[in-house]
């Protein structure tokens, strides 16, 4: 909880862009006083409106999946690459003997993240935008869930989901060494037209831009009902 402006806010450092940032929970009725606040005092640190779909670029550029176009209600964390997450120590919760399975048997899908060669033209050839066809080795294994543009990287990347069938159609584990041996060739199909690229199941390395945040901070409270609320 944080006191900014006369209006009591809350706010949460995480968020899915990857970058150093906040959250804020604001009254409806204060959204654009709150706004115009944060544009008069920013004016001086260079503040700028950018758009909600930076947010968007920014989480495809650190592989950060989204509900509804990565997650939706039947993915599991371990075809994210969010196995870290989970704690498979816990006596139960939902699904976890799916995903014990899952952890044992593999998995037959798994989210990558494709970053364009040199030979897509951001200026002149159409972007991706989701849904594109993805090839290995000129033979079809998934589709791409989503894309941008990764301000760092200075091109377009995509998350997508790729499978691994056999010469039956029936689907096999995706492992790491699957999606990430050097001697295949994945291209994405755009409008057409296929366009070279990189599958990783890392985050790209990218430089670091965290924020030195203080610990000892207190917000100033300006009147006694907030005073009040806070015991």
């Known amino acids: 909880m944080a006191h900014a402006s006369d209006v009591m806010i809350m706010g949460s450092n995480s968020t899915n862009t ?7 929970y604001i009254p409806s009725e204060y959204a654009v006083h709150v706004y115009d606040e944060i544009m008069r005092v920013g004016k001086n640190y ?41 704690k ?45 066809p993805v090839f290995r080795n000129g033979i079809w294994c998934g589709a791409t869930t989503s894309a ?10 995509a998350l997508g989901f790729i499978n691994n069938p056999d010469k ?10 699957y999606i990430m041996n050097k001697n295949v060739l994945y ?7 296929r366009f070279n690229v990189h599958a990783s199941v890392h985050q790209p390395k990218l430089p670091s831009t965290g924020a030195t945040i203080s610990h000892d901070y207190q917000p100033t409270l300006r009147n006694k009902a907030i005073l009040q609320l806070k015991h």
Request: proline share 4%.
């Open 18 to 24: 990857g970058e150093p940032s906040y959250s804020l």
């Open 46 to 86: 260079g503040i700028r409106n950018a758009g909600y779909l930076t947010l968007r670029q920014l989480r495809i550029e650190k592989f950060i999946p989204f509900y509804y176009e990565e997650i939706d209600s039947e993915t599991t964390p371990l075809e994210i690459g969010r196995q870290s997450r989970v």
């Open 88 to 132: 498979f120590d816990k006596h139960y919760f939902i699904g976890k003997f799916a995903m014990q399975r899952q952890l044992e048997q593999g998995v037959n899908r798994r989210l990558v993240q494709f970053t364009l060669h040199d030979d897509h033209d951001a200026e002149n050839d159409i972007w991706p935008y989701g849904g594109e």
């Open 148 to 157: 941008g543009y990764a301000f760092t990287l200075e091109r377009r990347v």
């Open 168 to 177: 039956n159609g029936n689907l096999q584990p995706v492992t790491n060494d």
């Open 187 to 193: 291209q994405i199909d755009i409008a057409g037209k």
